[in-house]
T-cell receptor
Framework: AQKITQTQPGMFVQEKEAVTLDCTYD???????LFWYKQPSSGEMIFLIYQGSYDQQNATEGRYSLNFQKARKSANLVISASQLGDSAMYFC????????????FGAGTRLTVKP | DTGVSQDPRHKITKRGQNVTLRCDPISEHNRLYWYRQTLGQGPEFLTYFQNEAQLEKSRLLSDRFSAERPKGSFSTLEIQRTEQGDSAMYLCASSLGTSGKRELFFGEGSRLTVL
């Protein structure tokens, strides 16, 4: 069963505007972590932000914030003040509790920032 | 550079040949992961080491694949009798095995092309 769903294959945003990348997940484990990674054309996966299932507040890291809606099982990434360098693939990922050591990734969203 | 390094970055081989990919993790990280990524998809988990012990293997890892991590340092992923379907980017990641965030730090990947 698909654990992580990213429904937007591609997104466009104007430079300096904000953009939201969607992610929904499926788990029955009460303890889990959600991650967002950026993959530029060079191929390296760059960690952006983390949200734990028990965290009370939405995670923020600079221009990145995570809109965590636990009841809806969604963990959308918000990028504020988009920059041309934000153009890349973005992957949502989840690690369930401590029983599963693998991190499962969604199919990704390709973000293009327009000048 | 103290990040995760992978070698080779690019490998072209003929069907039926054996290939070996190498990963050097961040030195203090005790956990090491191998993922495979095909075009337009997110990374798929292959296997995971904690120190020198291989603790988890995906069903994606057929008998033609073998991974080792001698002495808990670098790791190798060997693919025997390569097939065209093995063509992919092979990503290595490492992490420090503490609770909580434990984000993965990825290398730039080894792109394998099987002709």
């Amino acid at each position: 069963a698909q654990k992580i769903t990213q429904t937007q294959p591609g997104m466009f945003v104007q430079e300096k505007e904000a953009v939201t990348l969607d992610c929904t997940y499926d788990t029955s484990d009460p303890s889990y972590g959600l991650f967002w990674y950026k993959q530029p054309s060079s191929g390296e996966m760059i960690f952006l932000i983390y949200q734990g299932s028990y965290d009370q507040q939405n995670a923020t890291e600079g221009r990145y914030s995570l809109n965590f809606q636990k009841a809806r099982k969604s963990a959308n990434l918000v990028i504020s003040a988009s920059q041309l360098g934000d153009s890349a693939m973005y992957f949502c990922a989840m690690r369930e509790g401590d029983r599963h050591n693998d991190m499962r990734f969604g199919a990704g969203t390709r973000l293009t920032v327009k000048p | 550079d103290t990040g995760v390094s992978q070698d080779p970055r690019h490998k072209i081989t003929k069907r039926g040949q054996n290939v070996t990919l190498r990963c050097d993790p961040i030195s203090e990280h005790n956990r090491l992961y191998w993922y495979r990524q095909t075009l337009g998809q997110g990374p798929e988990f292959l296997t995971y080491f904690q120190n020198e012990a291989q603790l988890e293997k995906s069903r994606l890892l057929s008998d033609r694949f073998s991974a080792e991590r001698p002495k808990g340092s670098f790791s190798t992923l060997e693919i025997q009798r390569t097939e065209q379907g093995d063509s992919a980017m092979y990503l290595c990641a490492s992490s420090l095995g503490t609770s909580g965030k434990r984000e993965l730090f990825f290398g730039e990947g080894s792109r394998l092309t099987v002709l």
